[in-house]
């Protein structure tokens, strides 16, 4: 049997009411804060990734889907969108059209990692990303805009961490200041900490291993060795969530683990998803459209997982809403009558009503589960004795009540009824 690849899902219709109620209300709250939506591919020139994510980081060093075209240009399949976003601002000139562009976009995602709980090697993320402020209180937005999302989707069990990395000036003489701590315990690090040591030595934070978090535990703090700007903009910050009563823990060992951060970093995390807890976060990143070749421009973003965020939902016993309920089901009671029901179907589905009717030549019976099986609101019997006399056999599938249509040019009343139970 051919099967999907590992780490890959298919996603069925009996699932993916999920997915419509979620993108919903994400576009809804989107909208209310004025983002507008962009669309990129789903592969760059690998170079786009290179140059934003960092070489040495996890991502780009293992997890990239990369190959080369038939003109051997390096593709790859986006492992996240900020880069994407960004490469888009940069070709089309977007920020000379526009001094505040506030962006999002829902969008699969591809990495090659060990498959797990929520963890897909093509998943699915929405986001956000707004470039042309410095503003912390911009920051502020993207993370109450995250906030707000999953609230809105019911999911109780979160938390906010946040945390501010400054700028790289200050960044760069912590990093000095933390060699030097971790060089004392330099042999008691995971091998995978020692390689981060040399290269990116701020992603040993990202370590999951106990011995390197209890060596961590007392390293210095890089929020001690911050400057007074990027301290006054991280008080902003917390006032503003404060303002809006979102509760929130500073966490100084939240750096995201991508290159390209400044100033604000956040995760919102949730209990209900297992160890791999994180649901969303992002931050800020004043340095990157510069990075990738465009003119120096602020810019801030999160993105959170949809897989994920549908996972905590299920773990929480959240419903979803499924509206794809049939408004009616045709069924066919005689043979002769084929053409009108499909006529009749026609006429009620170009009024916007929902139907459906048999393809299978199946009996009246058959019919009627196939109705039940769509969990259809109405049944339209056409043919019988009914017919013969002008009128359709309409049954409530709610009540079990019956009543006749008089057979009426477009079917207007049986429209209005139709309508009416929506």
Known sequence: MIKSVAGTKDILPVDIHKWNYVEDIVKKIFSSFN?????????????????????????????????????????????????????????????????????????????????????????????AEALGSNSPYLDAEIIILAFLIIKKLGIKNISVKINSLGVPES??????????????????????????????????????SPEDQEILKNAPSLLDYLDENSLQHFAIVKKVLEENEIKYHVDPSLVRGLDYYTHTTFEIVSESIGAQSALCGGGRYDNLIEQLGGKKTPGVGFAAGIERLILAMENEGIPFPNDNQLDAYLVLLDKDKEFLVNKFGYVLRNSGIKVDYDYLNRSIKAQMREANRENAKFVVFIGGDEFSRGVLLLKNMTDG??????????LESLIMIMRGSN
């Open 35 to 127: 983002y507008k939506e962009i669309r990129t591919p789903i592969f760059e020139e690998t170079s786009v990734f290179y140059r934003s994510i960092g070489e040495e980081t996890d991502i780009v060093s293992k997890e990239m889907y990369t190959f080369l075209d038939r003109s051997k240009t390096s593709i790859t399949l986006k492992p996240e969108m900020t880069a994407a976003v960004v490469r888009a601002f940069i070709e089309h000139s977007m920020g000379n059209s526009q001094s505040l562009n506030k962006l999002f976009y829902i969008s699969p995602m591809f990495r090659q990692e060990r498959p797990q709980a929520g963890r897909f090697r093509q998943f699915h993320q929405f986001g």
């Open 401 to 410: 009540t019956q009543s006749e249509i008089l057979i009426q040019e477009n």
């Open 171 to 208: 960044r760069e003489k912590y990093k000095i200041l933390l060699s030097d701590y971790l060089k004392e315990h330099y042999s008691k690090l995971s091998e995978e900490s020692k390689k981060r040591f040399e290269k990116n030595i701020l992603r040993i934070f990202d370590s999951k």
